[in-house]
Every structure is written in structure tokens, then in C-alpha cells.
């Protein structure tokens, strides 16, 4: 009995389920197609563009179809009309978070996900500068989906595949968003948020539950294999575990440092507030410190306060001082202001 070789890469495909759009044909619009191949291609546009949702008969581009079918208009100008119609901004745009909105786009136009966080803000910055219908543009006109699908490819699914240019880290995100073939972006069950913005802010790939455990309906099936990964102890090298208590150490310290920082900022401005009080009560202080000393009998002739000798001390050290030193002038403030409402008292009377 012979044995059948199965390859080990078309194994990992089937598990990810990426064999139905690896097999299907690549449809084109081509100068000598009929009636019956125009209307396969429409169909195509529509599962493609929003992304296998099923469609009503009242819900089609009647006029864009017309055109399509008299050869007035190509794929990608048929893709253009369906993209700004409103069926399309009900489902995909009004309905959407804004980063829900843009990877969508990625995948119903590029075939692919963002790559990048600076990929979805530079969309996120046209649709807040020009509009809804200029970000459309932006995908169709790219020299991307000139170089991939021309003027008459439907656009089809190809972030599965390594491409010249293209980031591996982002490789796996298409797979976030693509669940299989009759899957349906359309998804009430899972709802509308951003399937991509964590891994993309953080520059990692994607996590995904293989297609093998997920049946047709979102269902997991086998049970024995998720729990299986799902904890299984993933051990980092020891040169990954040096590398992340460095970053750690190195973090620790930065941020000691800006506590440091912000520390010795808000000493000065608290001392040259003091500073500023203390030079306010100056006056009237040295005014009271005369006239007390005119009048206190116990202070003996003579008697003079022996200056020390400056030195440096600490911000906590000159903060305490000048407050003491506030406390005095006060008093001495306090004192002279008395005198001076006597001598009032007695020039207005």
C-alpha cells in the first residue's frame, strides 16, 4: 500500500485556512467577457469589498452594475462606487470605531492588514483632514493596489503571503481578521471593536486561535487543543530574560530620576517664593527690629549678632531656615506696625 506524503506547509495552511483563497482562481475583467462571467465578477466585488456580508437585492449598486455590464466602468471604478456608497459607510464606517474602520479598509481593498501604527494614523489623519471618500481613494489610487490588481483584478486576500517589503511582524495580523471562508465581517457576534490596535501600538504579531478549533460558526471544537496552548509555560532564553531586566533596571532608574528632577524644581520655586515674602517684610521688619532694640532694656551696648560664615547647605536645610526667618520678620513686622499706628494716632488727632 502506498503512502501519501502530505506536505508540512500545506498542512499549517489548512490548519490556518488560507487553502480556499490559495486555490481559488484570480478573476479579471477581461475585453471579451460575457454577460454571465460580468455578473460572477459583481458578485466577487461585493464579497470581497464588504467582506462576505450578504446583500440584498434592494441594497446593490443598480447604476454602477449597469455600467459595469455596457464596459463604462472597470473593477476598480466599480470597487470605487461600492466603497462610497452608503451601504458600505452603514456597515463600516458609521457603525465602526475609527481603527475598526481603517483595518477594514486594509483588508476589503489591499487584500492585507495594516502593517503598522503608523500605517493606520496616517488613514486616521486623511479621514480627519479630507473626508470619508479621499480615504477611499487613498487605497484605490496607491501605487499598492496598482502594482496587485491593476485596473480589472478583483482584489483578493494575499497578507497571508511574504511579500519584498513588507514586515513580518505584521504577517499574522491578517489572520485576526480573516476567519475563514464563511466568515463575515459583518460579524454581530463578536461586534465592531479593533481586532489589531493592541498589537500594532505595541509592534507585535497577533495572537489567533488556529481555524482547526473553530468550527463554521465560531464555535471552538476541540476543547483538548486550546487549553493545551493555552497554558502552555512559553520560557524566555536567558539572553531575553538579561535583556528585559536591563530594560527594567533601566526604566527603575529613568524614572527615579524624573521624580528627582521634579523634586528639586518644586524645592527652588518653593524657596524663591519664601525668598520673595522674606524681601516684602524687609521694611517694616528692620523698622521694628530699631525700635525694638531702642527700647529693650536687656539688650546690652554694643551687643552685635557675629555673622557665620556661609555655607552650602542642603534645599530642605534653606527652605527651614528662611521659614524661621519669615517667623522673625513677622514679628518684628508686627511690632513695627504697632509703633507706627501709635505715632498715627497721635499726628491725626
Known amino acids: 500500500m502506498n503512502s501519501i506524503f502530505i506536505s508540512p506547509v500545506i498542512t499549517r495552511a489548512s490548519e490556518l485556512g488560507v487553502g480556499y483563497y490559495e486555490d481559488s482562481d484570480r478573476q479579471e475583467l477581461l475585453t471579451n467577457s460575457s454577460a454571465e462571467e460580468k455578473e460572477t465578477l459583481i458578485r466577487a466585488i461585493y464579497r470581497q469589498i464588504l467582506g462576505n456580508a450578504y446583500v440584498m437585492e434592494s441594497e446593490r449598486a443598480v447604476i454602477a452594475e449597469s455600467q459595469f455590464k455596457r464596459e463604462e466602468i472597470g473593477v476598480r471604478d466599480f470597487i470605487r462606487q461600492v466603497a462610497k456608497s452608503e451601504l458600505y459607510y452603514s456597515r463600516f464606517v458609521d457603525n465602526c470605531p475609527r481603527y475598526r474602520t481603517i ?31 479621499a480615504d477611499i481613494d487613498s487605497y484605490l489610487d496607491s501605487d499598492e493596489y496598482q502594482n496587485k490588481f491593476g485596473q480589472n483584478i478583483v482584489p483578493y486576500y494575499c497578507g497571508y503571503k511574504t511579500q519584498t517589503g513588507k514586515s513580518m511582524v505584521g504577517f499574522s495580523h491578517l489572520f485576526k481578521l480573516l476567519r475563514g471562508a464563511s466568515g463575515s465581517d459583518k460579524n454581530l457576534v463578536q461586534g465592531n471593536y479593533s481586532r489589531l490596535n493592541s498589537s500594532l501600538i ?57 521624580a528627582e528632577q521634579q523634586k528639586a524644581q518644586e524645592q527652588k520655586a518653593k524657596i524663591e517664593q519664601l525668598q520673595q515674602k522674606l524681601a516684602e517684610l524687609k521694611p517694616l521688619s528692620d523698622f521694628g527690629s530699631r525700635s525694638l532694640n531702642k527700647w529693650q532694656s536687656m539688650v546690652k551696648p554694643g551687643a552685635e549678632e557675629v555673622s557665620k560664615p556661609s555655607q552650602a547647605v542642603s534645599p530642605e536645610q534653606e527652605i527651614a531656615d528662611l521659614e524661621v526667618q519669615i517667623a522673625d520678620a513677622q514679628r518684628l513686622a508686627n511690632f513695627a506696625d504697632l509703633q507706627l499706628n501709635k505715632w498715627r494716632n497721635k499726628i491725626f488727632k
Do not use: C, W
Request: aromatic share 6%; net charge negative.
Open 103 to 133: 483595518e477594514l479598509n486594509f483588508k476589503h481593498f489591499l487584500g492585507r492588514a495594516p502593517e503598522s501604527y503608523a500605517e493606520m494614523q496616517l488613514h486616521s489623519h486623511i479621514l480627519d483632514t479630507q473626508g470619508y471618500e
Open 202 to 258: 505595541s509592534n507585535a504579531p497577533s495572537n489567533f486561535i488556529p481555524l482547526s478549533t473553530v468550527n463554521s460558526y465560531g464555535g471552538i471544537t476541540d476543547i483538548q487543543k486550546l487549553l493545551a496552548n493555552s497554558i502552555k509555560v512559553n520560557i524566555p532564553s536567558p539572553e531575553a530574560q538579561q535583556t528585559a531586566e536591563k530594560q527594567a533596571a533601566e526604566l527603575a532608574a529613568l524614572s527615579l530620576a524624573t
